[in-house]
């Protein structure tokens, strides 16, 4: 593949500095004389709606959307932009429904709201739980795959890389949750110009080889080359059924992967913690405005790939050394077919990507660690300063360790699709047990210790137990299954609750009344606005 040319890099050095610089200058203009752990870890009431709504999509984006949801747009057209766009409805319930329980309770962590709701054997078991993940699984594979990105389009060694994005996401992270909401803001809107500008340079690609009269004019020409591709849902027998099972992507398993993923993780709700309900409210509807356009900026351009290849254009650059077609080349391949300077500017975009995603999960990281397990059973009477200092050092040793652990991803073969699945293994008990904590106060803390001691084995347990579809036995896709867990447990932790006498006078409940509840006009428009743009999506798309 060809690589960056010097003015790319030029392009590239301009970003890297403008980021660093601005980090710096956020973190000097806006340290206190002694930095508490709410400063640190929350930006307690510094952080305005635009930049907690881009913060949020900063993080959550990185190489596995730009490489892997491109290559899955190549491969099963746009279907997988479910993840995408039920996402946007996902963050408003979060906002309406999540986010005012957290604030009205002051809950600073995920550990702390178990915590607060059941006890503290729930809350550690989780706490562990979720730093092994991190650690071991979304920091590695960010890591993984950031450096595999930017070896195959720089031809840079993948050991470099790996050290480049540690230091480039330690400049940020080391400053707190301040520097990175606020340098966030850059970092999504080189990610969106950079998309954009890719996006419409395959379109016009599209055009030129395919002999439309214009760039707008390429859309139309892809869903009639590649009407295939073109469809929200799958039906049974369909080759992708597995992945996306029809219509549970709009009303199963994946609401449970969502709100367990946008309302009860720490490295996404952490950005509105800190904020109060209105600001936090208006950040996430911000960022569910912009989950709108994340299939525009990377599945767009995998399914233009898919269209040229099949044309008979760069046949060699989709295929790998064993002759097999690899659809998470088609971004790399775009890319290097962008004129120097814009590629330049798309390189600068999944760097921020990938940045980004690493500076926030290592601030969770760093957030549980000090504050459930540091502060609660090494040293409880640790002062902010070192309760700081901690905090930064974990955020060290976690990027070494994933650094170290990193390369052995190699040897699997879909490391993102692999990732997902299992780390959904925990997502229904999670969910569980969040939902029933934040709305029915009898849930005991023996129903909950049952759901997250259980959801590991069913998961597994459903994973190998097949089903019939059309007379073949296959196994369940894997949306079904955390439908199937999901209930499972309700209907578990219910049964447990009711049996134990703690349930009659449970005083865990946390406070809640209809008020917190309420929402804006504004805030009302703007839901309104996202749901009818879904609604008109799946409509054409269906």
Known sequence: MNHLSAFDYAVFLMYFIIVSAYGYWVYRSKKKKRTDTKDYFLAEGSLTWWAIGASIIASNISAEHFIGMSGSGFAMGLAIASYEWMAAATLIIVAIFFLPIYIKNKIYTMPQFLSNRYNNTVSTLMAVFWLLVYVFVNLTSIFFLGAVAIETITGVPFNICIIFLAIFSAIITLGGMKVIGYTDVIQVFVLVAGGLITCYMALKLVAEKLDAPSVLASLPLLRSEASDHFHMIFSKGDKFYNELPGIAVLVGGLWINNLNYWGCNQYIVQRALGADLKTGRNGLIFAAFLKLLIPVIVVIPGIAAYVLYQRGYFHSEMLDAAGTVKPDHAYPVLMNLLPAGIKGLAFAA???????????????????????????????????TRLVSVGRWSVVIASLIAIVIAPALRSFDQVYQFIQEYVGFISPGVFAIFLLGFFWKKTTSRAALTAALLTIPLSTLFKFLPTVTGGAIAPIPFLNRMSWVFMIIIGLMIVVTLTDPKSKDNPQGLEIDRSMFKVTPAFTIASVIICGILAALYTVFW
């Open 350 to 384: 999944l760097t921020a990507a990938i940045v980004a995603s690493l500076a926030g999960k290592c601030n969770s990281i760093a957030t549980i660690f000090t504050l459930d397990i540091y502060k609660k059973f090494i040293k409880p009477e640790a002062s902010e």
